[in-house]
């Protein structure tokens, strides 16, 4: 990061918005997408559990829940953010889940900027080659890379468990938000390609 991405950060913070509620106000009270969306594709809060549906679906249909709130990975157990959550699931409750989660996010933007600490924030290294390498060493092939035992060290303490994984052990799935929904993936030892 340099003082020219902080810049133009900062710029879309500031104008991001007021684009975004140009859009918003584009819909939200738009007759002809609210014909076209209210009661429309509604489902049911008990459908969506029996379809396992996540995410903002999930949410629309009235159910508070979100991975990032009932079980914080990364930093997210330091931001102070809003569960949007709908009543009826039809298209339009979608909808304004998933506008309210833009202003959740720009909220969660801002105050990762806020709490960011002075000084350099960008590791000197290979980030992906510095990973593949942890993951090696932290599953017990330390030969390949010996002088990287240190690093690895740095990663096991964010992956539970990791120091116990061998080469085709499977560490424990971690549940993660995206824009779908939870996901749920879990690293294997010794295989450096994703898998399904």
Not at 18 to 24: D, G, L, N, V
Not at 73 to 79: A, I, L, P
Not at 116 to 136: F, K, M, Q, R, Y
């Amino acid at each position: 990061w340099s003082p020219k991405a902080f810049e133009l950060l900062n710029t879309f913070l500031e104008e991001f918005p007021i684009a975004w509620k140009e859009f918003e106000n584009l819909f939200e009270r738009n007759r002809i997408f609210i014909d076209r969306t209210v009661n429309v594709g509604p489902i049911t809060a008990e459908n969506a559990m029996q379809y396992g549906l996540t995410g903002p679906n999930l949410r629309a249909a009235g159910i508070d829940y979100d991975v990032r709130k009932a079980a914080p990975y990364s930093s997210y157990d330091d931001f102070e953010f809003d569960i949007p959550v709908g009543k009826s699931g039809d298209t339009y409750d979608r909808f304004c889940v998933r506008n309210a989660e833009v202003w959740e996010s720009l909220s969660i933007i801002k105050q990762a900027l806020a709490k960011l600490p002075e000084g350099p924030i960008h590791a000197d290294v290979n980030s992906l080659g510095w990973l593949a390498t942890s993951l090696v060493i932290c599953f017990g092939i330390e030969q390949f890379h010996p002088d990287r035992a240190a690093q690895a060290g740095q990663l096991q303490s964010f992956l539970p468990d990791v120091a116990g994984w061998r080469a085709g052990g499977v560490g424990p799935p971690l549940s993660v938000e995206n824009v779908t929904g939870a996901v749920r993936v879990a690293a294997i030892a010794g295989i450096f390609r994703p898998e399904r």
